[in-house]
């Protein structure tokens, strides 16, 4: 937003129209500020020039809000000071809250009219990591991180770092109210002398994204653990690349060993551990020291993923970023600057045409991963006739391959096929020959008559065998969310009333709501949450993450009618796609409503590694459902109430 010394920024803020200045500094730079955002800055920043008052502090640089190297996030402060030979930087988040509570389980805290939060000092460590790994000239400094929260007295402060772990404590500094002289102290013993050149602030806010040693030192000391944590969050724990799997990872590196302009694109269907291959090949690659990113679109995996980063090093999740954020710079960006020697790209059916080019162009080598009977959404174009285009143009030699193994579901490929019979001509399960497939000695089918039953089923599964996870996933129908407001009646899923005006669950006492938040499926799928059954996941947020048992709420939107599919009532449908509404407006592309629809009932009936479960709300679809699972089945017994297999 702004950079240069401390003086320079101590004399604008004694003008009467520092608050009107900032706003002018935060829309150059392309920030839009809400008036609370500008009275928060102008309070926050004077309270930490009053702490740094000595004319000593005079000569240090300082810049506000500086980008981060990957991302939409930017931190408050950070100042420079030191020797050209050894240069220094503090980075300090600056919290104007006068009280917050931790929830030592998620290591968050609920602040008084704004809700959950990032931990501040967590928040800050992350910065000064990814600054250190992926911050071309961030990585010569010695760089400090902190907390100032000027309106918060000590006890609160005390109660708010009480509970964090001792990596985190003894990595940074909080301070509060009284604690102007400490933090000036600490930013004296760190920045003082300083000697650096008069234009450093700003060859460091304009320094490019890089990977740098520090990334894979890190990386060669903990990616073992890293990829254990990923691979739990993956629920592919106990389970190591199938030979296909590792042939593949195999030949890509080899490309990238040889700097051989190539695009891998690699075609997978549900369960065929696309992201576990997409995780391994990001983590060899950066343990041989190659500048590798793993690209992704869905914001509620990346969130985890990156947890799983962050766990074993505050910051590392720079490795990843997101195609085209709605904030902040993307790979698909062509302002982004960064250039790599492989490019990972996930869920890549998700992407658009138009910036395929330029992802495959950051690298001589690019690994793609898709499926695509999973893209969601009318813009999303992600197939392999188009990546093999796109490589052409951006003079790379496209390789199709393709990943054959179901590794996810105990059903196996017999089951997957039975589900891909069941989307496209239901018809057909009516035969026997169909209907006995052996997936059904093997993994768990029922469709329940009440979402009651639904959950209670759950729940008896998760309660007779240790250790199992079970998790409720539902279409997005009958209300549309609201991630401002937690408690917003239109976060109701399953309750009464739902924003749909649909009156069916008024008796049921039920009230499970939507999961709003990337850090809540973070706890959710990572952390056992979902066990709990009183929130639901949506279709984003099914996507690469699985437990034993899945329940599954079919909504209104995708109904059995005469045998075939059709879509149900419009006015039930919330999804918000590109500016439309999914619903009110799948009339206007109602051929390719209906294709992704089945995707997505495709990604939710195969979530589940030994079984699922499905409640329809449309009644007409459920008992023909029930119907099918009635079928005859030579050579295989069916349960007296035919509804279990």
């Known amino acids: 937003m702004w950079s240069g010394t401390i003086r320079q920024l101590r004399d604008r803020a004694k003008c009467d129209d520092f608050s009107e200045w900032l706003g002018d500094q935060c829309r150059r730079s392309l920030i839009n500020p809400s008036p609370t955002e500008l009275t928060s800055w102008t309070y926050s920043i004077r309270a930490l020039l009053q702490a740094l008052e000595a004319k000593e502090f005079d000569v240090l640089q300082v810049i506000l809000e500086l980008p981060m190297p990957i991302g939409a996030e930017r931190a408050d402060v950070v100042l420079l000071g030191g020797t050209p030979d050894n240069p220094k930087a503090y980075v300090i988040e600056l919290k104007q809250w006068s009280e917050a509570v931790l929830e030592p389980d998620t290591l968050e805290v609920m602040v008084p009219g704004y809700g959950l939060h990032q931990h501040p000092l967590i928040q800050v460590l992350n910065y000064r990591g990814k600054l250190r790994l992926f911050h071309s000239r961030a990585a010569l400094y010695d760089m400090k991180a902190a907390v100032f929260l000027h309106n918060m007295a000590l006890p609160r402060v005390a109660a708010l770092i009480r509970y964090l772990p001792s990596d985190v404590t003894s990595a940074g500094e909080v301070f509060g109210l009284e604690e102007h002289t400490q933090l000036a102290n600490s930013v004296r013993r760190h920045l003082l002398p300083c000697s650096l050149s008069d234009d450093e602030h700003f060859r460091f806010r304009t320094a490019p994204y890089e990977q740098t040693r520090h990334l894979f030192d890190i990386i ?30 195999a030949e890509v590196l080899k490309a990238v060993q040889q700097r051989d302009p190539k695009v891998f694109i690699v075609q997978g269907g549900p369960g065929s551990g696309k992201t576990l291959v997409a995780v391994t090949l990001l983590l060899r690659a950066l343990e041989q ?36 954020p709605r904030q902040g710079v993307g790979i698909g960006h062509s302002s982004f600057g960064g250039t790599f020697d492989l490019v990972v790209c996930d869920e890549a059916q998700r992407m658009e045409s138009r910036i395929m080019p330029t992802v495959l162009a950051r690298a001589p080598v690019s690994a793609v991963f898709l499926d695509e009977s999973q893209r969601l959404n009318p ?22 391959r393709t990943l054959m193994a179901a590794v996810r579901c105990r059903g196996g490929q017999l089951y997957h096929t039975w589900v891909e019979t069941l989307l496209i001509d239901p018809t057909k399960l009516t035969e026997p020959t169909l209907a006995g497939q052996l997936w059904r000695r093997y993994y768990t089918f029922k469709v329940c008559e009440s979402a009651e039953e639904l959950i209670a089923e759950l729940a008896a599964l998760r309660d007779s065998f240790g250790g199992t996870r079970v998790a409720m996933v539902a279409s997005f129908t009958e209300s549309p969310g609201n991630s401002r407001n937690p408690n917003a009646q239109d976060n109701v899923r399953l309750g009464y009333p739902l924003s749909s005006g649909w009156d069916y669950y008024q008796e049921s006492r039920l009230d499970i709501r939507w999961l709003m938040r990337p850090e809540e499926y973070v706890q959710f799928w990572l952390h056992g949450k979902s066990n709990a059954l009183n929130r639901v996941a949506s279709i984003y947020g099914a996507q690469g993450f699985e437990s034993d048992y ?37 009339r206007r592309w109602a051929g390719d409503a209906l294709e992704l629809l089945r995707n997505r009932y495709r990604i939710f009936l195969t979530r589940g590694i030994r079984g699922t479960l499905v409640f329809c709300e449309d009644s007409e679809t459920r008992q023909c459902l029930l119907k099918m699972l009635n079928a005859p089945t030579p050579g295989v017994h069916s349960p007296p109430n035919g509804q279990t297999i």
Not at 379 to 400: C, D, I, K, N, W
């Open 379 to 400: 813009p999303e174009q992600g197939t392999r006739l188009a990546f093999v285009r796109a490589s052409r143009e951006a003079q790379r030699e496209p390789h199709l």
């Open 550 to 586: 899945v329940g599954v709420i079919w909504g209104r939107d995708f109904v059995l009618r005469g045998g075939q599919w059709t879509l149900g009532d419009p006015n039930v449908c919330f999804d918000t796609i590109e500016g439309l509404v999914f619903g009110r407006k799948v």
């Open 220 to 249: 060669s000391r903990r990616a073992p653990e890293i990829a254990a944590r990923a691979s739990v969050a993956l629920a592919e724990e106990g389970i190591g690349l199938t030979e296909e799997q590792d042939v593949l990872v």
């Open 289 to 324: 020291k190659y500048r590798c990113v793993l690209a992704i679109r869905n914001n509620r995996l990346q969130a985890i993923l990156r947890r799983c980063f962050d766990e074993s090093y505050r910051g590392a999740s720079g490795a990843m970023m997101y195609f085209e």
